[in-house]
């Protein structure tokens, strides 16, 4: 029998050498495997390892072994059960081989966040910018904690980056549900019958319902703390409170760039979502205009999170991503009749596992908070408002599936009216701007009707409209009614209901600023630049300071409006437009004149 030679052998796997110039000779009647195990291990002859010395491969009697810095390769293989060559097998169990189906408890989560790497995805950062000011200083002290310990791949900040304009201008002030509860309880108040209470007394309750949610209005406006100053951060990084901390929190923590590598790293991410291999693919669509990752930004933040944690001296066996995805390529998913994300996928168990020896580790930002709480005690009530805000959504998840997006919402009042049903459309907006609730007594006024008209089948042309939407899956079948009519006892309805979600569409675009004010943010950028009209409009989409998709043809309708109001915040210079320089340095104020 002719000895087996290899010579050179390099192994790819997707475009990435696992296998890189191996050269070995087995001799006739002789059994060799490769590493302490017939699996191997092929990550010592992985490429980029640092500075760490490439082991070199060894021939003997009983199997090939490595040789090189440390026993690191050996560690390894404990760290996945392994056993070499020759030991006697040991008995199985439930989770051995199937260590991702094994969610840790409580405890070891707590254990883990006290001595483990915690990696941060984007959505961790940007959600901060979304916190009333108590919960977003405390996040930030959370962070600072761990600093040590905490490190964020170099693709998350770059899609930190990306994203923060456009985050901090989404931003709408906090609506508070106490207009809702007041038109509810007036109603009622309202509705009492003269002949059964006499008239001083129902004046009297109006009074108190009015002077006690003035009250707590006062109370929890004061509770927020200060809110952030949207329009000031967006056109001035050195003014911004949240980049001031993350400055110096993340001093040091970041990793960096992919370099020449990322090309390649790109194309094994494309092939990887060709298979459904997790995670990212289910981003490949919808990003894959996203320069230049083309959609696997999470498979780079990935790879680089691997990359690092492998790096690592063996502090811990495991490591924590803290991250709001809760996509299929990142968690299992149940489809019922809300579809449910569990644990962390077992195949990112496994692979991190086998190229790091430590396990991962996946949690809901708002588990992190509340978790690092238990380990740092401090103001509860801080800690609670964190955890509760943290929970509500991310900037990468957005509404659950039950919720009215903006875009049936907008659906809903274009069909209505559409359909000649302009009074249902408005009262649905007029609820909405009026915290979620609109009395019986206010339709009247508005519509016009008279006292003898009965409301009954008013919301019928709203629910038509929903379950139209229902059918064209623009919305879910489980979401609340548009509109929906509110009793106190048997007998007329006291007013109708909205929606939370419409209350929060409502305001962002009351908030929205004119077409002249965003102009003017984005000139306020660079004060000295003459610009062109299309430049505006192309930055103010970027920036995401207003919605440009309401106007047909923005760059007509800016132009028209600076027409309209030349003079107020900028000057014509030739064929373009620049701030006037009693302005500069300043920011548009509530109205379309200049501050001061």
Not at 73 to 99: C, I, M, N, W
Not at 128 to 135: C, H, L, R, S, V
Request: charged content about 30%; glycine content about 8%.
């Amino acid at each position: 029998m002719q000895p087996i030679e290899v010579r050179g052998l390099t192994n790819l796997f997707a475009g990435v050498a696992v296998v890189d110039d191996l050269s070995l000779t087995i001799a006739a009647g002789e059994v060799f495997a490769l590493g302490p195990n017939v699996r191997g291990r092929p990550e010592p002859w992985r490429p980029n390892h640092g500075d760490r010395q490439r082991p070199r491969v060894k021939l003997k009697r009983s199997g090939i072994g490595l040789q090189g810095p440390g026993d690191w390769s050996d560690k390894a293989d404990s760290a996945h059960g392994r056993q070499s060559v020759g030991e006697t097998p040991a008995g199985r169990g439930l989770y051995d081989g199937f260590e991702g189906y094994r969610d840790p408890t409580e405890d070891e989560v707590l254990a883990l966040l006290e001595t483990c790497p915690i990696i941060l995805d984007t959505n961790v950062l940007l959600d901060i910018y979304g916190f009333e000011e108590p919960a977003r200083v405390l996040a930030l002290d959370v962070l600072d904690s761990i600093r040590s310990r905490l490190w964020v791949p170099h693709q998350v900040m770059r899609e930190f980056w990306r994203n923060r304009h456009s985050v901090i201008a989404g931003i709408s002030s906090p609506v508070q549900p106490i207009d809702a509860v007041r038109g509810e309880l007036l109603a009622i108040v309202n509705s009492l019958r003269p002949d059964r209470e006499r008239p001083e007394e129902i004046q009297s309750m109006r009074e108190t319902v009015e002077t006690q949610l003035d009250e707590l209005a006062e109370a929890i406006s004061k509770a927020r703390g200060n809110p952030l100053n949207i329009a000031q951060i967006l056109t001035d990084t050195s003014l911004d409170p949240v980049l001031a901390r993350l400055e110096g929190v993340l001093r040091g923590r970041v990793g960096r760039p992919l370099g020449d590598d990322e090309p390649s790293l790109i194309q094994a991410g494309l092939k990887r979502f060709a298979v459904k291999i997790p995670p990212g693919y289910m981003d490949a669509e919808d990003k894959a205009d996203q320069l230049p990752e083309q959609g696997t930004g999470d498979y780079l933040l990935w790879e680089q999170t691997l990359r690092y944690v492998s790096e690592l001296q063996a502090s811990s066996d495991a490591f924590v991503i803290v991250t709001n995805d809760a996509k299929e390529d990142w968690r299992i998913n149940v489809a019922n009749l809300k579809k449910r994300a569990l644990g962390v996928r077992p195949e990112l168990v496994a692979e991190a596992l086998d190229r790091t020896g430590r396990r991962l580790v996946l949690l809901q930002q708002s588990d992190f908070y509340r978790l690092m709480s238990r380990i740092r005690p401090g103001d509860q009530a801080a800690s609670d408002s964190l955890v509760e805000a943290s929970a509500l959504g991310s900037h990468d998840d957005g509404l659950t599936e039950s919720e009215w997006t903006e875009a049936a919402y907008k659906r809903l009042l274009h069909e209505l009216r559409e359909a000649g049903n302009q009074v249902q459309a408005d009262i649905v907006s007029i609820a909405a701007q009026s915290g979620g609730f609109i009395s019986r007594a206010k339709i009247y006024e508005y519509a016009g009707y008279a006292e003898d008209r009965s409301l009954r089948r008013f919301a019928m042309p709203a629910q038509r409209v929903a379950l139209s939407l229902v059918e064209s899956e623009l919305l879910s079948e489980d979401a609340p009614t548009p509109l929906e009519a509110i009793y106190e006892g048997p007998g007329k309805a006291v007013g109708y209901r909205v929606p939370r979600e419409f209350v929060k569409y409502e305001a962002q675009r009351d908030e929205q600023p004119t077409w002249v004010r965003a102009a003017a943010t984005v000139a306020a950028t660079s004060p000295e630049r003459v610009w062109t009209v299309n430049e505006l409009v192309s930055e103010i989409r970027r920036l995401g300071i207003r919605d440009v998709s309401v106007a047909r043809t923005p760059e007509a309708t800016l132009r028209r409006d600076l027409s309209l109001r030349d003079g107020t915040y900028f000057e014509h210079v030739g064929s373009g437009f620049r701030l006037r320089s009693d302005v500069r340095g300043t920011l548009p104020g509530s109205d379309d004149k200049p501050p001061g």
